[in-house]
């Protein structure tokens, strides 16, 4: 039985929600014979997901009611102007959480930090849970621009900036080796533990997005190293207060922005793979944590 979101109602067990994308299909099955959306959320619900994880259209809200999947939602933000009648429309199709890609790779800390908190102040003006992901190409892309983004949201607001974690990007910028994934990128424990939004990219330290399987349903080894690191970060999580007593996700496998490459197998099948395992690693997670 499916779980049935309401923006009121909190689980009394911490609950993993994951969300398919429907990027993790392009060219499935084929480049010829690429599903229809309506096909694409049949096998979201047959894989097993709650929901799904798009910039959210009339078609895709029809879709997903008629199939009890939840909907996480997200675009870039440049411009304030342009971001609100984005979030009105998406909170118009009931959406909830929304990722924001925060403006570019050039834009200095100091705005970074200002255009936030006006974005998550009037998102909390629209009762939305916006959040800020860490991502390439945006401002928030080094640990060091981060880092200092979120100083600056703190210092304003006395609070913690919502984030949508993609650890992947930290990863590939420092070239961190799986004995120190852990180590190096939890290191902003309140961050996390005060955030929903995940992300669930699987990296090495050369490569933002590595293959789930080998092809024939086989684990990779990267991917091996990877689980050990989501399930450190969901036993942190647990551990802390657990806004909503739930925590949205994404096995974000795409096709295309250079992540793929060519002789891996496809994401989708990936992805349908990466959900049981996160799902696994969420089981012993619950185990560890208090």
């Known amino acids: 039985m499916k779980f049935q979101m309401t923006l009121s109602s909190t689980p009394k067990s911490p609950r993993l929600i994951q969300c398919a994308s429907p990027w993790s299909m392009h060219d499935w099955p084929s480049r010829r014979r690429e599903w229809a959306l309506a096909q694409k959320l049949d096998a979201i619900d047959a894989a097993g997901f709650d929901g799904v994880c798009a910039y959210v259209t009339p078609e895709l809200k029809a879709g997903a009611d008629q199939r009890g999947l939840v909907l ?27 990722n924001i890609q925060l403006l570019n790779h050039d834009t200095p800390p100091e ?17 939305l849970g916006v959040h800020i992901e860490v991502h390439r190409d945006t401002a928030t892309e080094t ?5 200092e983004i979120v100083r600056l949201y703190q210092k304003a607001t006395r609070e913690i900036m919502p984030v949508t974690w993609d650890h992947s990007h930290f990863a590939i910028s420092k070239h961190v080796m799986p004995k120190d994934y852990s180590a190096r990128l939890l290191a902003w424990p309140e961050s ?45 999580w647990l551990k802390g207060p657990r806004p909503g007593n739930t925590l949205w996700t994404c096995p974000e496998l795409g096709m295309s922005h250079g992540y793929h490459v060519s ?28």
């Open 263 to 290: 002789t891996n197998p496809h994401p989708w099948p990936d992805a349908i793979a990466a959900r049981k395992a996160y799902a696994g690693a969420w089981r012993r997670a619950l185990k560890r944590a208090p």
């Open 143 to 147: 640990p060091e621009k981060f880092t």
């Open 72 to 98: 996480m939602s997200g675009f870039d933000c440049g411009d304030l102007a342009v971001a609100k009648p984005r979030l009105e429309a998406q909170k118009k199709l009931g959406v909830h959480f929304i």
């Open 192 to 236: 996390i533990q005060h955030s929903q939004m995940f992300h669930l990219r699987p990296f090495n330290s050369q490569h933002c997005q590595v293959p789930v399987t080998d092809g024939r349903g086989r684990p990779t080894p990267e991917f091996c190293d990877y689980l050990a690191f989501v399930e450190d970060l969901f036993t942190l």
């Open 111 to 127: 705005k970074a930090a200002v255009m936030a908190v006006r974005l998550i102040k009037l998102s909390r003006s629209l009762e």
